[in-house]
């Protein structure tokens, strides 16, 4: 049973570059959540997709935006990147319809913006 | 945004010892989850609560749910260096849907 996949590892990008950063969800799973975890803090929310919708968004700017595919999978992208976008990105999978908010995380894509 | 704050912020014990953490909000949260991250991966979930008052086991760990939904703890019993990592609490507030906040974090470090 796969769990969620996250791609690339590992990115570095140049200020003002844009970035997509690709999540491919645990079996049985229908939607995504993105999050950014910045050094020593905890994650935090940036958005959650279903049914290749944008279901519901954190306090992040229009920069940030994903898509969600018909095979459930996901991508977020980041455009006109700053210093401070340099973090831990976090692609979570759940099951919409059970009523239960069980996430399961992927290893993440670590971002370095210079 | 919503605020959960974990404490302590470390610990340091040694092995075989037990831990005991807790997660506080001002807020009411439907459901409230443990998860342990260890350093550049992401959080496992070990354990979820949806009812207040719910106690539940996940082998050496046990966490319960507070009656008013705004607090939680996490015991780990006979700690072991596996045990090392940073534990989050996280969870859905009443009125936010799906939106996830995570707390503070609470750091243990197990001495062999």
């Known amino acids: 049973d796969a769990g969620v996949t996250q791609s690339p590892t590992h990115l570095i990008k140049t200020r003002g570059q844009q970035v997509t950063l690709r999540c491919s969800p645990k079996?049985?799973?229908?939607?995504v959540s993105w999050y950014q975890q910045a050094l020593g803090q905890g994650p935090q929310f940036i958005f959650q997709?279903?049914?290749?919708?944008e279901r519901q968004r954190g306090n992040f700017p229009d920069r940030f935006s994903g898509h969600q595919f018909p095979n459930y999978s996901s991508e977020l992208n980041v455009n006109a990147l700053l210093l401070g976008d340099s973090a831990l990105y976090l692609c979570?999978?759940?099951?919409w319809g059970t009523g239960e908010d069980e996430q399961y995380f992927g290893p993440g894509t670590r971002l370095t913006v210079t | 945004g919503q605020q959960l704050n974990q404490s302590p912020q470390s610990m340091f014990i040694q092995e075989g010892e037990d831990v005991s953490m807790n997660c506080t909000s001002s807020?009411?949260?439907?459901?409230w989850l443990w998860y342990k991250q260890d350093p550049g991966e992401g959080p496992v979930l070990l354990i979820a609560l949806y009812k207040a008052g719910e106690l539940t086991s996940n082998g050496r760990l046990t966490a319960q749910f507070g009656i008013t939904r705004k607090d939680s703890f996490l015991n780990i019993s006979a700690s072991i260096p596996s045990d090392v990592g940073i534990y989050f609490c996280?969870?859905?507030?009443?009125?936010?849907?799906?939106?996830?906040?995570f707390g503070t974090g609470t750091s243990l470090t197990v001495i062999p």
């Open positions: 997709y279903y049914e290749e919708e």
């Open positions: 979570a999978s759940s099951f």
């Open positions: 807020s009411i949260f439907n459901t």
């Open positions: 079996s049985g799973h229908d939607t």
């Open positions: 996280a969870g859905p507030h009443l009125n936010t849907g799906n939106q996830f906040y």
